[in-house]
């Protein structure tokens, strides 16, 4: 009897450790964008240059996968230098204190158009964690002809509020939105 046991969950450890796939964000072909509207007239758009999702991805449901991914709040971009140093000081993102922004999943539920999922999670900025919904879209896989390995695009995007995260708090709506567009690319191949 012992020796069904133990054939049975190496069989279940088996499948189960056959049906997940790590995919990891290749950095140079992924990133995270923003738009905030300026004056209530006029979209001011940057990056987060530096930023890794993985998916553990269950290939039998993707339903089941998990979705992480880290940006390096230093590495924001807008195109204008005194700018990119105030949002990194403590008047917006505070990177000294607070560096990384993370997303983790805790449930996915299919969208309303094919390859669209609403990803449910926790997102951390300036300290602050709260629940967000964002939509996760699959874009295909294609063989990567320089590294002849298979390359999986997904996008990421949702709207949230900076005043949820307590980020830039002395800026009314008047001169900085309150609600920020975001939009990640993402390339990634199995770990």
């Given at each position: 009897m012992?020796?069904?046991?133990s054939l049975?969950?190496?069989?279940?450890?088996?499948?189960?450790?056959y049906?997940?796939?790590?995919?990891?964000?290749?950095p140079?072909?992924?990133?995270?964008?923003?738009?905030v509207?300026?004056l209530?007239i006029?979209?001011?758009?940057?990056?987060?240059?530096?930023?890794?999702?993985?998916?553990?991805a269950d290939?039998k449901?993707?339903?089941?996968?998990?979705?992480t991914?880290e940006?390096?709040?230093?590495?924001?971009?807008?195109?204008i230098e005194?700018r990119?140093?105030?949002?990194r000081s403590?008047?917006?993102?505070?990177?000294a204190?607070?560096?990384?922004?993370?997303?983790?999943s805790?449930?996915?539920t299919?969208?309303?158009?094919?390859n669209?999922?609403?990803v449910?999670?926790?997102?951390t900025?300036?300290?602050v964690?709260?629940?967000v919904?964002?939509t996760?879209?699959?874009?295909?896989?294609v063989?990567?002809?320089?590294n002849k390995?298979?390359?999986h695009?997904?996008?990421v995007m949702?709207?949230i509020?900076?005043s949820?995260?307590n980020?830039g708090p002395?800026?009314?709506e008047?001169?900085?939105s309150?609600?920020?567009?975001?939009?990640?690319?993402f390339?990634?191949?199995?770990?």
């Amino acid at each position: 009897m012992k020796k069904l046991m133990s054939l049975l969950m190496l069989i279940m450890l088996s499948v189960s450790v056959y049906a997940q796939k790590v995919l990891v964000s290749d950095p140079a072909h992924s990133r995270i964008q923003f738009s905030v509207i300026h004056l209530t007239i006029s979209d001011i758009t940057g990056n987060f240059e530096t930023a890794n999702l993985t998916i553990n991805a269950d290939e039998k449901n993707f339903l089941n996968s998990k979705l992480t991914f880290e940006v390096d709040v230093n590495s924001i971009n807008t195109h204008i230098e005194a700018r990119d140093n105030h949002l990194r000081s403590a008047d917006f993102f505070d990177v000294a204190n607070h560096p990384k922004m993370t997303f983790t999943s805790t449930s996915i539920t299919k969208g309303s158009q094919k390859n669209y999922y609403n990803v449910n999670g926790n997102l951390t900025m300036h300290g602050v964690t709260k629940p967000v919904t964002v939509t996760l879209v699959y874009r295909g896989s294609v063989v990567n002809q320089m590294n002849k390995k298979d390359t999986h695009g997904y996008q990421v995007m949702a709207t949230i509020k900076r005043s949820d995260f307590n980020v830039g708090p002395g800026f009314p709506e008047a001169v900085i939105s309150d609600q920020v567009r975001i939009k990640g690319d993402f390339e990634l191949t199995q770990k």
